[in-house]
């Protein structure tokens, strides 16, 4: 079965790790920069996941309580998406059909049949972000293809992306044939990865003024 690709808005939005102190460190790094406010319900807090709720004191919260279905319905936390990395099979259960009910996807690291969502191998530069998955079957697959695009991305593509989204604006005030358009901005994107991001604004409104005849 092939997972549907989604890319989500997580900032600001609430995200629950229940289980092992290490494990949650983890999953907790994938949210971060992401900026994803993260509730953490761990029975023991060991130094990594210590250290990373003092550095993000704004995004993390630690509650360090036993991993039980009571607790879990005591915290002050409505999430958008819950990660369960406990290794007990029983409250993971339990978790997963508690947060069915809510209609909250989960993501049971012990089980893909528990599993609404898997986290793909990411690239990520700037805004540019490109999500690879094997839908489980190969997390090997999905490192070699990330390896390939990460050695074949433009360095600066994050900053080319920021650049393009100045000209977007431009083109669309100034060109009104939406082929003449598209056009124009391939043209431009081009330009751009061929000249290093260093194309000048006038060289851009050049091009731009081409496509208007």
């Known amino acids: 079965m092939a997972y549907f690709p989604l ?13 092992e102190s290490e494990a949650a460190f983890q999953e907790l ?7 994803a406010n993260v509730t953490i319900l761990t029975e023991s807090v060991e130094q990594n996941l210590l250290l990373m709720s003092q550095a993000y004191p704004d995004q993390v919260r630690v509650v360090e309580k036993e991993v039980s279905m009571e607790n879990i319905s005591l915290l002050d936390c409505a999430p958008t998406l819950v990660v369960c990395v406990t290794n007990d099979p029983k409250i993971n259960t339990e978790i997963y059909a508690y947060f069915q009910e809510r209609h909250v996807l989960v993501e049971d690291c012990s089980s893909t049949s528990r599993c609404d969502f898997i986290f793909p191998a990411i690239v990520k530069r700037g805004d540019v972000v490109c999500g690879i998955s ?18 074949s991305l433009p360095e600066n593509i994050s900053e080319i992306n920021e650049h393009m989204s100045e000209i977007r604006k431009a083109v669309k005030q100034s060109i009104s044939d939406p082929k003449k358009r598209a056009d124009t901005m391939q043209a431009i994107f081009y330009r751009l990865l061929e000249d290093d991001n260093q194309t000048t604004d006038s060289e851009i409104d050049e091009i731009i003024g081409e496509a208007e005849l």
């Open 134 to 151: 094997s839908s489980g079957k190969s997390p090997l697959v999905a490192q070699f293809v990330k390896s390939l695009l990460e050695s």
């Open 29 to 35: 790094s994938r949210f971060l920069a992401f900026e």
């Open 7 to 19: 890319f989500l808005n997580l900032r600001n939005k609430q995200v629950l790790i229940i289980g």
